[in-house]
């Protein structure tokens, strides 16, 4: 008896919706765009089976995959206006959560027995499926998904809702937009915290009491028991692509942090031998008497002050650099490892003389003979059946040792990524309620016009003169401001720049507001 039959959904905020995407989820490629797909070992997508892909469109009803005149990103571009979404900048970094992306999926034998019935499937890259018929067990598993988000979340805000049969599982992709009413108007607008919580505490909640409901309403039904989050399940279409796709991009990272550290611990190199240059260029003017003792002190002290400073540095950057050599040689090892573990037995070409009788039968004895034969040949035969043995046994020793190896790194990864969590979680926590409080501000347009130009007048480094709002009068004082770190990127500055000015206008209306009551 099976007894992980388990039904699989995961949701993930979306800040925004671009059309590789969109294409992807209903299939507007062509054969080219498929071959060029299908060239990355991870993907498996089944051309001859992709016919059999569909969606549920705004109707409630089954349609073929990709029916809509209007493409999926333009459909929610819609959708988004007619809730008055305003977005911030095209490339700022704190864009606020739009959309919610699902994915519905199950246990990979109950999936594909919904789809497909008892209808022999071919997994392999390049095979024929096309006498395969679609079972309507998937299409009626599809709707009651359908209505469930329906009930949840409005049919209207269902921007896209697909069912891919064309790779590995069958799965769905439903793309939703979070819609709440603002406390003070009561008009609904895109809002992530009505449904998704205003935490991750209260998201935790939500995802616990989804997973119970997409469980007691659909998953029951169809012999699918509670589940949870789709990374992990048997929905292999993900999780192994997503792991070495994030095997991938970190390494990618690890070596531009890697290059990045080597160039500046260069300049840092360079500069400290332009500072001894200099000490030597003064350690010769105060020899040829060009400058005074005193001056060649107070020069000498700084300059000896700058090289401690940027051996300190050189120090601390070669360290780093050492620690991402580190990891990015572990990283590469993972990637190895990782490919090895879905590799199929080797067919290993074993040499050997097959057994033969080389001796004539004797006129007497001829019993004791074919003894003596059987007892040499099956002799022969073990010592080959051993060597097969040997080979394959080193195989699957060598996998189990690659599965350990990951199961390690996976832990290891994960310890890692709780310290992270808990340290953004901690960083959030602090940031949540002044970060709402400033998309409600950005829903006015003076307000939003005045933290933008105080923003920009900032990040250009020129001062900027605002209300106090306070004290004896409206006199206008400079804004305090401390600058940009040295080792600040730009775009946290930025964003530093703009979570400043949004406290200081936030501040100040509430002591205009304090002198209104008064």
């Known amino acids: 008896m099976n007894t992980d039959i388990k039904q699989a959904m995961h949701v993930e905020a979306g800040k925004s919706f671009g059309t590789a995407e969109a294409n992807e989820n209903e299939r507007r490629w ?107 067990e998937i299409e009626q598993w599809a709707k009651d998904v359908y209505d469930w988000c329906a009930r949840r979340y409005g049919q209207e805000n269902i921007i896209g809702f697909h069912v891919h049969l064309d790779e590995s599982s069958p799965h769905i992709h439903a793309l939703i937009v979070p819609v709440g009413q603002r406390a003070k108007s009561g008009r609904e607008c895109v809002m992530w915290s009505a449904k998704f919580g205003k935490n991750r505490y209260e998201y935790g909640r939500i995802l616990r009491e989804m997973h119970t409901s997409l469980y007691e ?24 692509r997503d792991y070495i796709r994030k095997l991938t991009h970190e390494a990618k990272q690890a070596e531009k942090a890697v290059k990045g550290l080597q160039s500046m611990i260069r300049r840092l190199e360079a500069q400290i031998l332009n500072y001894k240059s200099q000490l030597d260029e003064v350690e010769e003017k105060l020899a040829s008497g060009r400058i005074t003792l005193d001056k060649y002190d107070a020069r000498k002290t700084d300059l000896l002050k700058l090289i401690a400073e940027y051996q300190t540095k050189l120090e601390d950057k070669a360290g780093k650099l050492q620690a991402k050599e580190q990891e990015l040689d572990r990283m590469t090892r993972d990637m190895e490892y990782v490919g090895r573990i879905a590799q199929p037995f080797r067919n290993h070409r074993i040499d050997f003389d097959p057994p033969r009788i080389t001796s004539k ?85 003076s307000v939003r016009k005045r933290i933008f130009t105080i923003a920009d007048a900032l990040i250009g480094g020129q001062p900027v003169a605002v209300s106090s709002g306070g004290g004896g009068g409206n006199a206008d004082s400079d804004l305090r401001w401390d600058g940009r770190r040295p080792d600040e990127e730009e775009e946290a500055y930025k964003r530093r720049c703009l979570l400043y000015v949004a406290r200081i206008v936030h501040n100040s209306q509430k002591r205009i507001m304090c002198k209104k009551t008064r």
Request: net charge negative; aromatic share 8%.
């Open 217 to 240: 309403e659909v998953g029951s039904k169809y012999g699918l028991e509670r589940g949870d989050s789709i990374e992990g399940r048997h929905v292999s279409h993900l999780s192994k």
């Open 30 to 136: 062509d054969d080219d765009k498929i071959e060029r797909k299908n060239q990355d070992p991870t993907n498996h997508y089944d051309k001859s089976r992709m016919g059999l892909n569909f969606e549920i469109g705004p109707d409630g009803k089954i349609h073929p995959l990709g029916y809509q005149r209007e493409s999926l990103e333009v459909r929610l571009m819609d959708r988004l206006s007619e809730l008055g979404w305003h977005p911030f900048k095209a490339d700022s970094k704190i864009q606020p959560n739009c959309c919610a992306k699902f994915i519905f999926g199950g246990n990979h034998d109950r999936t594909l027995e919904m789809a497909f019935g008892d209808q022999a499937v071919n997994h392999d890259k390049g095979a024929d499926n096309s006498h395969l018929q679609r079972r309507p």
């Open 361 to 445: 039968p004797p006129m007497f004895g001829l019993d004791k003979w074919l003894d003596e034969q059987n007892r040499s040949i099956a002799s022969r035969f073990v010592k080959i059946v051993r060597q097969i043995e040997a080979l394959y046994r080193k195989d699957a020793e060598r996998q189990v040792q690659a599965v350990q190896r990951n199961v390690l790194v996976d832990y290891q990864e994960l310890k890692r990524l709780q310290q992270e969590y808990a340290r953004l979680t901690n960083l959030n926590d602090n940031q949540t309620e002044q970060m709402q409080t400033f998309l409600d501000q950005l829903a006015e347009p």
